[in-house]
T-cell receptor, first 115, second 110 residues
Framework: EAGVAQSPRYKIIEKRQSVAFWCNPISGHATLYWYQQILGQGPKLLIQFQNNGVVDDSQLPKDRFSAERLKGVDSTLKIQPAKLEDSAVYLC?????????????FGPGTRLTVT | DAKTTQPNSMESNEEEPVHLPCNHSTISGTDYIHWYRQLPSQGPEYVIHGLTSNVNNRMASLAIAEDRKSSTLILHRATLRDAAVYYCILRDPSYDKVIFGPGTSLSVIP
């Protein structure tokens, strides 16, 4: 079974530039998550989708971050404009459905450095 | 959200058992205890979860205190590949969100 795919794996940009990350979840998984992981901390949930609808985006900085999952499969997370404090690893995860019985499967992440 | 407390770091010798503690004194009656781990340069991966009874799977065992205010993840024979950050997480069934703390960084000494 193929895992969660993310690209790019690494990205370096200057502050005020824009960047986009792509995620392809495990086939058939209805729920998709984006997390931000700052060095030395645990991952923090940014947004959660169920199919193509948003379930929770309470921790997404909506003035600069946006995410979409138009066809209920792939997802894109965008930052515009980037700030220095956005330097982090951005993790995508998917699960078969919502709920505690369904474990989350994580991708390898995209390491973003903002200079 | 109920919080968990874990030691920042632990060390273990290879091929010895490892007991990773987690305190969750404010756990509610419906919170499940989940453990994930994160190997270097990888995303987290699910390890095990439980509610009240002790649980075993191919990766680890989870021992839950009778009052549910603490739990212990047990790796029966640590290998070098078990070196990772281990996260103890409480999940409320009515609130499908995984909230990670800083976790415990486990080092395995050959």
């Amino acid at each position: 079974e193929a895992g969660v795919a993310q690209s790019p794996r690494y990205k370096i940009i200057e502050k005020r530039q824009s960047v986009a990350f792509w995620c392809n979840p495990i086939s058939g998984h209805a729920t998709l998550y984006w997390y931000q992981q700052i060095l030395g901390q645990g991952p923090k949930l940014l947004i959660q989708f169920q199919n193509n609808g948003v379930v929770d985006d309470s921790q997404l900085p909506k003035d600069r971050f946006s995410a979409e999952r138009l066809k209920g499969v792939d997802s894109t997370l965008k930052i515009q404009p980037a700030k220095l404090e956005d330097s982090a690893v951005y993790l995508c995860a998917s699960s078969l459905e919502l709920g505690l019985d369904y474990e989350q499967y994580f991708g390898p992440g995209t390491r973003l450095t903002v200079t | 959200d109920a919080k968990t407390t874990q030691p920042n770091s632990m060390e273990s010798n290879e091929e010895e058992p490892v007991h990773l503690p987690c305190n969750h004194s404010t756990i509610s009656g419906t919170d499940y205890i989940h453990w994930y781990r994160q190997l270097p340069s990888q995303g987290p991966e699910y390890v095990i979860h439980g509610l009240t009874s002790n649980v075993n799977n191919r990766m680890a065992s989870l021992a839950i205190a009778e009052d549910r205010k603490s739990s212990t993840l047990i790796l029966h024979r640590a290998t070098l590949r078990d070196a990772a950050v281990y996260y103890c997480i409480l999940r409320d069934p009515s609130y499908d969100k995984v909230i990670f703390g800083p976790g415990t960084s486990l080092s395995v000494i050959p």
